[in-house]
DNA sequence: CGGCTAATTAGCTGAATTGTTAAATACGAA
DNA sequence: TTCGTATTTAACAATTCAGCTAATTAGCCG
């Protein structure tokens, strides 16, 4: 893993107990017990998990007594999104034919030693 | 790294030489050769990279003479900005107060030991 | 203070990831 | 079939990751 926030975005959002996490923090704050609550795993884990979706800015933590909640900040999932956009025509039916036509273009010009 | 569909693709992404790969890709297919190029790794490094791409479905790829091109396949990329989509409205600013709002309020129920 | 609950840190595993170099494979061309 | 180029596989080292249990810290309350 990079230091790079990207990075660290999307290898917060790769691990699918972590994904699960923010699934639930959608619906409220919640504190650490709650969140490991539905998974098979020990607190600890999960605890590290918290870590790592707060490093990249995916929750926030703020502690009430001895409860840590945590909270979804979603920003960083629009970052994602903003990267990804780059490369939405491709998958846009209505940019299809074009775009085949243009890779085909470029492709022909670009690949060494092929002949067609 | 798990092996469901959404953390292949978020997992490949993590990787910023990965990122790069598929920029590069979105100007037009290219050789394992063109891809490496601007990288300071190795050529092995860089065959392992486009497999992790290739696994998650970010690339497709095809054998012409000795070479192999590899095509941006984008597909999964809107799998993972739907998935995002879901946390839309965290972000919305329009959103921002109501969710500020009704955050609290679950808040308030949920959390345990709480007084206030 | 002493006990209780919540959460984190420490220390340890095993598996996965990323990189390397050297060897093997694939295929066109001479 | 032999040479040369493109690419992959093998074998290895270093690092990171995700999990565990045990110990520690944090803070409320009696």
Redesign the interface.
């Known amino acids: ?2 230091t ?1 926030r ?2 660290l975005i ?2 917060a ?4 107990t972590r ?1 699960a996490i ?2 639930r923090l ?6 650490v017990n ?1 969140l490991a609550e539905p998974f098979s795993i020990s607190l600890p884990a999960v605890s590290r998990h918290l870590k790592v979706l707060e490093a990249a800015g995916l929750i926030s933590r703020s502690r ?2 001895q ?1 840590r ?1 945590s ?5 960083p ?2 970052e ?2 903003e ?6 025509r ?2 846009d039916a209505s940019f299809t034919r074009l775009d085949e036509h243009l ?1 085909r273009i ?2 022909d010009s ?5 002949k067609q």
């Open positions: 893993m990079s790079d990207l990075s999307f290898s959002l790769a691990d699918p994904r923010l699934a959608a619906e409220g704050d919640a504190t709650e009430n007594a409860w909640s909270k979804l900040e979603a920003e999932l629009r994602a999104t990267w990804m956009d780059r490369y939405r491709f998958w890779r470029q492709h670009q690949k060494p030693g092929v």
